[in-house]
């Protein structure tokens, strides 16, 4: 069984940085082949793809967060990151870290199999 526990979130002012943990369960980092993703939801909006990283540290970002947020792992401590620069109001939204067994950086939630309970970030202008 892969849990998830997302931490970190909370409300910070436009242009300010926060820096979002998934721990993971152990079973997560011991998959052959793995992807990790960070997603968020607006309200009134559908979930998206933020970013993703792969076992062998190969990432993808979605285009709105590009050269503004970083996702790594620590695979010793079973953690996955996302730290958020140059956060914007519109990056207001619950985040949720996902996992599956699969081979490539996908930022499609469909490809997720293992989801956390979300962290909310609040930005304010």
């Known amino acids: 069984q892969v849990q998830l526990v997302e931490s970190g979130g909370g409300s910070v002012q436009s242009g300010g940085s926060l820096r979002l943990s998934c721990a993971a369960s152990?079973?997560?980092?011991?998959?052959?082949?793995?992807?990790m993703g960070w997603f968020r939801q607006a309200p009134g909006k559908e979930r998206e793809g933020v970013a993703a990283i792969d076992e062998d540290f190969i990432t993808n970002y979605a285009d709105s967060v590009k050269s503004r947020f970083t996702i790594s792992q620590d695979k010793v401590k079973n953690m996955l990151y996302l730290q958020m620069n140059s956060l914007k109001p519109e990056d207001t939204a619950m985040y949720y870290c996902a996992a599956d067994s699969a081979v490539d950086c996908s930022l499609s939630e469909s490809h997720y199999q293992y989801w956390g309970q979300g962290t909310q970030v609040t930005v304010s202008s």
């Open positions: 152990v079973h997560t980092f011991t998959f052959s082949r793995y992807r």
